[in-house]
């Protein structure tokens, strides 16, 4: 397989096979914070929904490094979860580092860096970011936009979200959960996002980074956003910056 320069963006038609969410309740209160998610909320609809979300791009990242790093006691000492970020943007080398270590794929069998539940990927990894919503295809290590719109003023309540590089958005597909209740299905596939997670905190603890692991999210409003399957439903987000010196 030839392999492409970092950067290099094809583009390419994507079928869409997806429907909006539900909308959320919104509180009597609102501040600064859901006032601009209802806003981006609005956008996307208007912007990135039925064709306009069809088209999209490839981002084609550079090889993961595998080695190197700090030793896994070291980053242990150092994992924490920081609220404060810089506007410094994620080159791509560390765009495509962190994803593999997140969710990426580490052996021949094309099983994952993190466990899964009954041994069915039930987690797609999304990554929002200034310049869109991107969905992390682990088989080919890329990323596929999946909308154009900066949605990451609502990938969470606190105000930080909306200024971060980058939002992970952790997103369960229900349907592949067989024989279980809906709230076990939400169960198993919070462990599952946790685990990535926690790769996540680890990478970004050996190397320099800034992360924090966040259920204060209004799900459906995000799903919305997102223009998830009835079936998929987010489960957690987890910001990722440098810190702010």
Request: charged fraction near 20%.
């Amino acid at each position: 397989m030839r392999r492409t320069g970092a950067g290099k963006i094809v583009w390419r038609h994507l079928l869409d096979s997806q429907g909006p969410g539900s909308e959320a309740g919104v509180d009597s209160m609102i501040t600064r914070r859901q006032a601009s998610a209802g806003i981006v909320t609005a956008a996307v609809l208007a912007g990135t929904s039925s064709a306009g979300a069809q088209e999209g791009a490839i981002m084609q990242l550079p090889p993961p490094r595998t080695e190197g790093g700090k030793p896994f006691i070291q980053a242990l000492k150092l994992r924490r979860s920081i609220r404060e970020y810089s506007d410094r943007a994620l080159s791509q080398q560390v765009l495509s580092d962190l994803l593999w270590a997140a969710f990426g794929i580490n052996r021949p069998s094309g099983d994952r860096t993190a466990p899964y539940w009954r041994h069915i990927m039930v987690i797609d990894v999304y990554a929002a970011m200034a310049d869109g919503l991107w969905y992390y295809e682990p088989g080919r290590h890329v990323l596929q936009q999946h909308g154009r719109a900066d949605i990451r003023a609502a990938t969470g309540l606190q105000d930080f979200v909306a200024t971060a590089p980058l939002n992970l958005i952790y997103v369960a597909h229900g349907e592949r959960m067989q024989d279980i209740s809906s709230e076990e299905r939400r169960l198993y596939a919070s462990v599952d996002a946790g685990f990535i997670g926690q790769n996540v905190y680890l990478f970004c603890a050996s190397e320099g980074l800034a992360t924090v692991f966040r259920g204060a999210v209004d799900t459906k409003k995000l799903a919305l956003a997102m223009q998830l399957d009835r079936m998929q439903f987010v489960t957690f987000a987890q910001t990722v910056g440098y810190p702010k010196a």
